[in-house]
């Protein structure tokens, strides 16, 4: 998915420090597309969604449950498989959920 960074004029931060988000596409209660933004060191903690969700990093490393994934990679997380996604360095990826929802593990 393209994504121009630059044309996003608003971020808004998430319940966890160093970590923002913006919506590019949501249909009811189904998909959703999100950029996220993540300082160095910051982490959203072990969680699941009730989808899929596929991961493209645009900018920086994330570690996903261990594996590291650099810009340009992605990752598809099954549904419902608990996942933490930290930020080795400033990061910023693509989240396609198919399903909207999470829940902390």
Same mark, same amino acid.
């Given at each position: 998915?393209?994504?121009? *960074?630059?044309?996003?004029?608003?971020?808004?931060?998430?319940?966890?420090?160093?970590?923002?988000?913006?919506?590019?596409?949501?249909?009811?209660?189904?998909?959703?597309?999100?950029?996220?933004?993540?300082?160095?060191?910051?982490? *959203?903690?072990?969680?699941?969604?009730?989808?899929? +969700?596929?991961? +493209?990093?645009?900018?920086?490393?994330?570690?996903?449950?261990?594996?590291? *994934?650099?810009?340009?990679?992605? *990752?598809?997380?099954?549904?419902?498989?608990?996942?933490?996604?930290?930020?080795? +360095?400033?990061?910023?990826?693509?989240?396609?959920? +198919?399903?909207?929802?999470?829940?902390?593990?």
């Amino acid at each position: 998915m393209q994504i121009d *960074l630059s044309k996003i004029d608003h971020w808004q931060p998430s319940q966890f420090e160093g970590i923002f988000f913006s919506v590019i596409h949501r249909q009811d209660i189904a998909q959703a597309v999100y950029v996220v933004k993540m300082a160095k060191a910051c982490a *959203l903690p072990a969680h699941s969604h009730p989808g899929w +969700e596929k991961i +493209e990093v645009l900018q920086g490393t994330l570690a996903i449950n261990r594996k590291q *994934l650099q810009a340009g990679q992605k *990752l598809k997380i099954p549904q419902d498989k608990v996942h933490t996604i930290a930020a080795l +360095e400033d990061s910023v990826y693509v989240a396609h959920a +198919e399903k909207e929802g999470t829940t902390m593990a």
